[in-house]
């Protein structure tokens, strides 16, 4: 399975350049609103270090990561969920993503305008949140008489389904996202199918000045302080940066990510943040064919792991033999694990976890 992220804000925040620069893409970039109309999407593997240590390690012959989708989606305004600007198109892109990642225009350029005259990115954020908040109220609104007469005729899905839905009506209603609500785990997958946008986890991305990447201005910080008590997580990125990072070939691109005082670029943080909010692990598989990333939800058992690499392997599944990357990366090679004892033996019942590397056991 693959991570897809919604790009997601007001016209002229930066989300083309932010995407182009991501996915090294050439998604046009103007200064004026709705310049993206149609969404655009670029897959980008996902940046980890592990792959070649491990590669190197098994001298394979090929190298595989994991991927993340980018969705630039057009830009949304005040009025979106009454069909304003690009209103329902945008409303019905957002429904496609797995993450929406909310660009706030954090800094000043009086050459690029702002859709509202002035550089606010709270202000921005809340035109947004209320614009998903009335999608969605909106949305429930039209679902409630055709549910009132499912219920009617099944008292034990009722039981379960209305103070679900009750519960996310009256959050909604005072301003709260869904995804906020706690529900009866037997409601989830009710909740799932109501397929609310405020319900899909949010990341948020400032778009700021180059100065400000490593020394936040005081509009930024207020930012941060605003969406920690949404329970959320800002990243300050600089557009313009990632986009001279992603034009240097890779061996470069950690010397002038130095040079700038990163530690990691805005994609890295981007796929780091949003795996954690999505409860994503990777594990992995070597040898001198391939080593390969693999993506599964948190919780994952060995044999729906194996799944992912074919449904034969889950059908015939024997047993997992699991070793922990942090081994192989101290220790130097499969063999010396074995020696020390590291490498262990599941079954069925194991749980996946991030940084395993997994060789599955089946029957033809």
Request: hydrophobic share 40%.
């Amino acid at each position: 399975m693959g991570l897809s992220c919604g790009i997601v804000g007001l016209p002229n925040v930066g989300k083309s350049t932010l995407f182009n620069a991501l996915t090294a893409s050439a998604v046009p970039v103007a200064n004026y609103p709705f310049c993206t109309i149609d969404p655009h999407s670029g897959i980008v593997p996902v940046p980890d270090h592990r792959l070649g240590r491990l590669s190197a390690m098994y001298q394979t012959r090929k190298t595989v990561p994991t991927t993340v989708e980018f969705v630039d989606i057009a830009g949304l305004v005040k009025g979106a969920s009454e069909g304003e600007g690009l209103g329902n198109q945008f409303l019905g892109h957002i429904r496609s993503v797995d993450l929406v990642v909310h660009v706030l225009r954090g800094f000043e350029d009086g050459e690029i305008t702002h859709v509202h005259g002035e550089v606010n990115p709270l202000s921005d954020l809340e035109v947004i949140e209320t614009e998903l908040l009335l999608s969605d109220l909106s949305s429930l609104s039209a679902r409630l008489p055709k549910l009132e007469k499912q219920w009617k005729s099944a008292p034990k899905e009722q039981e379960i389904q209305k103070p679900a839905f009750t519960a996310i009506l009256s959050a909604l209603e005072e301003g709260k996202p869904a995804r906020g609500v706690q529900l009866d785990p037997l409601a989830e997958s009710f909740r799932k199918g109501l397929g609310l946008l405020t319900d899909k986890p949010a990341l948020y991305v400032a778009n700021v000045a180059e100065t400000e990447v490593r020394s936040p201005s005081k509009t930024v910080q207020r930012l941060e302080e605003a969406i920690g008590k949404r329970g959320g997580v800002l990243i300050p990125i600089c557009a313009k940066w990632e986009a001279e990072i992603a034009e240097l070939p890779e061996e470069e691109r950690a010397a002038f990510l130095r040079e700038l005082g990163l530690d990691r670029s805005g994609l890295d943080r981007l796929v780091t943040e949003g795996y954690r909010s999505l409860g994503l692990v990777t594990f992995l598989t070597a040898g001198e064919v391939e080593v390969r990333a693999w993506t599964v939800p948190q919780g994952t058992t060995a044999p729906k792991a194996a799944a992912e690499i074919h449904s034969d392997i889950e059908r015939g599944f024997i047993r997992a033999e699991v070793m922990r990357y942090e081994d192989l990366d101290r220790l130097g090679s499969e063999k010396a694990v074995k020696e020390k004892g590291l490498l262990r033996l599941e079954g069925k019942e194991y749980v996946v976890q991030d940084g395993d590397v997994v060789y599955f056991r089946f029957h033809v």
